[in-house]
C-alpha cells in the first residue's frame, strides 16, 4: 500500500558530494518519522540520519557535520545530503518511512516501510 523509492546514488570520488532523493507513494496518510540507514558488505545495516515529521534530526557519529537530512513534507521526500566522502561511507543506502496509510478503510502503520536501497561507492 506504501512504497519508497531511493535514487541519486553513485560513484564518486573521496571528498566528493552526492545527494540522495528518498520519494513515498501510495494510500499514505500520514509519515512520521523517515530515516536513511546503509549496509556495507558483511556489516549489518546501520542508522545513518532520521528526521521526524517536525524537523528533529538525529545522526550516526560518523556522519555528524558532513551529512545533511532534510525533507519535503508536501511531496512525501526525505534527502541525504553527503559532503566531504570518505571511502568508509560505501555501501547500499536504504530508506525507510514510519507510515500510517489506509488499506481499505481501515487505518494502519508500518514502522517497515523500505526501499530497494541505492549504491553509493566512494573511490579513494
Known amino acids: 500500500q506504501v512504497q519508497v523509492v531511493e535514487s541519486g546514488g553513485g560513484l564518486v570520488q573521496a571528498g566528493g558530494s552526492l545527494r540522495l532523493s528518498c520519494a513515498a507513494s501510495g494510500s499514505i496518510y500520514r509519515i512520521n518519522a523517515m530515516g536513511w540507514y546503509r549496509q556495507a558488505p558483511g556489516n549489518q545495516r546501520e542508522l545513518v540520519a532520521r528526521i521526524t515529521s517536525s524537523g528533529s534530526t538525529n545522526y550516526a557519529d560518523s556522519v555528524k557535520g558532513r551529512f545533511t537530512i532534510s525533507r519535503d513534507n508536501a511531496k512525501n521526500t526525505v534527502y541525504l545530503k553527503m559532503n566531504s566522502l570518505k571511502p568508509e561511507d560505501t555501501a547500499v543506502y536504504y530508506c525507510?518511512?514510519?507510515?500510517?496509510?489506509?488499506?481499505?478503510?481501515?487505518?494502519?502503520?508500518?514502522?517497515?516501510?523500505w526501499g530497494q536501497g541505492t549504491q553509493v561507492t566512494v573511490s579513494s
Open positions: 525507510n518511512a514510519d507510515t500510517e496509510y489506509y488499506s481499505g478503510s481501515v487505518l494502519r502503520r508500518s514502522f517497515d516501510v
